[in-house]
């Protein structure tokens, strides 16, 4: 199965996880660039608020989904919410995602992120995945193995 694993990180957190599980899966991995700016304590109040208000960004990325079997998405959670660089995402490529996984990291309050994510999909993704920064190796390696049940029992 052809897999792709796609994610935005401001902090490097949910990028830690994305290139484990890339790398456990032999999957191809692309980032997704937000061209606003989250530095600082702006960017950071400018985040929440995005989130907050469900709004998109201008984003960058190279790969086209619609190459792969199985595209994996990963995502902080900014006020409970998707990032916008992740729903900008999942918007532009609806129609070439043919399949679907989610994962949020978070602080420990994952709001409505995940469900958010499937409804701008507008299709139940195979597994949908909330780690918690503190168990984050636990948290990688249970995503890990879920992904590869599903894999090994999907045509
Ligand atoms: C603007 C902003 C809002 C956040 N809101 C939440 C939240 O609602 N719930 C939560 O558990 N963590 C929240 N966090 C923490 C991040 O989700 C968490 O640290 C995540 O793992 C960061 O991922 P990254 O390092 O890939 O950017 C927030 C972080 C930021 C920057």
Do not use: H
Not at 97 to 109: D, L, N, P, V
Not at 131 to 155: A, F, I, Q
Request: with cysteine.
């Amino acid at each position: 199965m052809k897999t792709l694993v796609v994610f935005y990180s401001r902090s490097g957190t949910t990028k830690r996880v994305a290139l484990d599980v890339a790398k456990a899966l032999n999957a191809d991995i692309d980032e997704v660039i937000d061209k606003k700016s989250r530095k600082g304590i702006l960017g950071f109040l400018r985040a929440g608020y995005d989130a907050t208000r469900g709004k998109t960004t201008e984003i960058e990325f190279e790969k086209d989904p619609s190459d792969y079997d199985l595209v994996i998405i990963g995502t902080p959670v900014w006020n409970g919410r998707v990032t916008p660089a992740i729903r900008t995402y999942l918007l532009r490529n609806r129609e070439r995602i043919k399949r679907a996984a989610f994962f949020s990291t978070c602080a420990g309050r994952p709001g409505k992120c995940l469900g958010q994510m499937e409804e701008i999909l507008g299709q139940e993704p195979l597994l949908k995945k909330v780690l918690v920064r503190k168990r984050l190796d636990e948290g990688t390696e249970e995503l890990v193995n879920e992904l590869k049940t599903l894999m090994g029992s999907t045509p």
